[in-house]
């Protein structure tokens, strides 16, 4: 299985059907330089890469906020967003956001293969929704389990805060996890 055959599959599933817009024949995986570190976002955003084709821009070429702010702490990393590979919990565009663990619980199986097939020493996960599909035990609070890196199936898992700017820790909540990342070995 390819990750070609992947997108195929999403293309042509109906489990979410009147609970998402669709993107047809439009790729779910950002490939970037190396694989090295994959990040999962929860959901694609409405005006984000999935219309656009291009990774943290929208459809006239100007980097959105969230892709701003992110840009900035992989800079501690002396890293790029725009290099880095990057795949959606969420396959689709959620209709309401409400429908978000729906939706999530329904592609957890294609961004599990995704990820077989990337093989990333590092998933750094944005937010709730892609931490709860791949963390295999149950937390109450988001805020007990961002900045810990845990081990799943082989992979090492990181849960930051959502860099979206409506989020109040999107950026200052995320600095301390990135200069300790930064000081680590993992790459």
Same mark, same amino acid.
């Given at each position: 299985?390819?990750?070609?055959?992947?997108?195929?599959?999403?293309?042509?599933?109906?489990?979410?059907?009147?609970?998402?817009?669709?993107?047809?024949?439009?790729?779910?995986?950002?490939?970037?330089?190396?694989?090295?570190?994959?990040?999962?976002?929860?959901?694609?955003? #409405? #005006?984000?890469? !999935? $219309? *656009?084709?291009? /990774?943290?821009?929208?459809?006239?070429?100007?980097?959105?906020?969230?892709?701003?702010?992110?840009?900035?702490?992989?800079? +501690?990393?002396? !890293?790029?967003?725009?290099?880095?590979?990057?795949? @959606?919990?969420?396959?689709?565009?959620? /209709?309401?956001?409400?429908?978000?663990?729906?939706?999530?619980?329904?592609? $957890?199986?294609?961004?599990?293969?995704? =990820?077989?097939?990337?093989?990333?020493? %590092?998933? +750094?996960?944005?937010? @709730? &929704?892609?931490? !709860? #599909? %791949? =963390?295999? &035990?149950?937390?109450?609070?988001?805020?007990?389990?961002?900045?810990?890196?845990? @081990?799943?199936?082989?992979?090492?898992?990181?849960?930051?805060?959502?860099?979206?700017?409506? *989020?109040?820790?999107?950026?200052?909540? #995320?600095?301390? +996890?990135? @200069?300790?990342?930064?000081? =680590?070995? +993992?790459?």
């Amino acid at each position: 299985m390819t990750l070609e055959d992947l997108d195929k599959e999403v293309h042509t599933c109906n489990k979410c059907q009147n609970l998402v817009e669709k993107f047809p024949n439009s790729p779910t995986v950002y490939i970037g330089k190396n694989n090295d570190i994959v990040l999962i976002g929860e959901a694609p955003a #409405n #005006n984000g890469w !999935r $219309k *656009s084709h291009k /990774l943290w821009k929208d459809t006239n070429d100007k980097v959105l906020p969230s892709g701003i702010i992110l840009q900035k702490l992989f800079a +501690i990393i002396e !890293r790029d967003i725009f290099d880095t590979t990057f795949i @959606e919990s969420v396959k689709c565009y959620p /209709l309401d956001r409400k429908n978000l663990k729906t939706c999530s619980t329904n592609c $957890k199986n294609i961004m599990l293969k995704q =990820l077989e097939l990337l093989n990333p020493k %590092l998933i +750094i996960t944005l937010g @709730e &929704f892609p931490t !709860r #599909n %791949l =963390l295999n &035990f149950k937390f109450k609070k988001f805020s007990d389990v961002v900045g810990n890196i845990y @081990e799943v199936n082989n992979y090492k898992i990181l849960p930051i805060y959502h860099p979206s700017p409506i *989020s109040p820790k999107s950026y200052k909540g #995320n600095i301390p +996890i990135f @200069e300790e990342l930064k000081k =680590l070995s +993992i790459f």
